[in-house]
């Protein structure tokens, strides 16, 4: 019963560095985003995948990029780290488009430090 | 666009007090509102939600939260706090037809001191 599984957990970079976040999700959604946290700014959505095979920005996609890898995986990569990502980043499924009950599931949530 | 505004990015509250967490949304069409739950180390969890049915919504763990579009606000309550009720809750929006695409507040912390 894993639900939606990211790794790594925590991750520390040097500016200028790239990395991958992987996630995972078994529950047969078609929906999956990346957020990211900040103190005192909530989540902010940086992509979403609606649906296999499509992906759009969110309110802050600079810097980064994703892969929808099948249906049940969707990637985000830093392709040049910078400071200003250090953050804590949360992947989330939903069953939509469509479907709007409103509930996303998240995953634990990787916390990534760039130096 | 939708908004969403946290009044206290801290609140504390003595084990057995009513909780009050607030919540304020602006939309240009009706919403749909949520309330979500985050425990240290967790990720999100969803407590309750508003889709236009019931203005008042009961949620898990004796939460409820009502909607009152006069004030556009959605705060959320609890009749008597738990020590398992520290977290940090975040109330959320989205418009009817924009699937699940949920703009959050800054979030509240919530104390609960014994």
């Known amino acids: 019963n894993a639900g939606v599984t990211q790794t790594p957990k925590f991750q520390v970079l040097k500016t200028g560095q790239s990395m991958t976040l992987q996630c995972a999700q078994d529950?047969?959604?078609?929906?999956m985003y990346w957020y990211r946290q900040d103190p005192g700014m909530g989540l902010r959505l940086i992509y979403y995948?609606?649906?296999?095979?499509?992906?759009d920005k969110g309110e802050v996609p600079n810097g980064y990029n994703v892969s929808r890898l099948n249906k049940r995986e969707f990637s985000l990569r830093l392709e040049s780290a910078a400071p200003s990502q250090t953050s804590v980043y949360f992947c989330?499924?939903?069953?939509?488009?469509?479907?709007?009950?409103?509930?996303?599931?998240f995953g634990e949530g990787s916390r990534l430090t760039v130096l | 666009a939708q908004s969403v505004t946290q009044l206290g990015s801290h609140v504390s509250v003595s084990e057995g007090a009513l909780v009050l967490l607030r919540c304020n949304y602006s939309s240009s069409v009706p919403p749909y509102l949520f309330w979500y739950v985050q425990y240290p180390n967790q990720g999100l969890q969803l407590l309750l939600k508003y889709t236009s049915a019931a203005t008042l919504v009961k949620g898990i763990n004796d939460f409820e939260a009502e909607f009152k579009k006069s004030e556009t606000s959605f705060h959320l309550t609890k009749p008597s706090a738990h020590m398992s009720d520290a977290a940090e809750y975040f109330c959320a929006v989205s418009i009817n037809n924009a699937g699940n695409m949920l703009t959050f507040g800054g979030g509240t912390r919530l104390m609960v001191k014994p």
């Open positions: 529950m047969n959604h078609n929906s």
């Open positions: 995948s609606a649906s296999e095979g499509t992906t």
């Open positions: 989330a499924s939903s069953e939509g488009p469509g479907v709007n009950t409103g509930e996303l599931f």
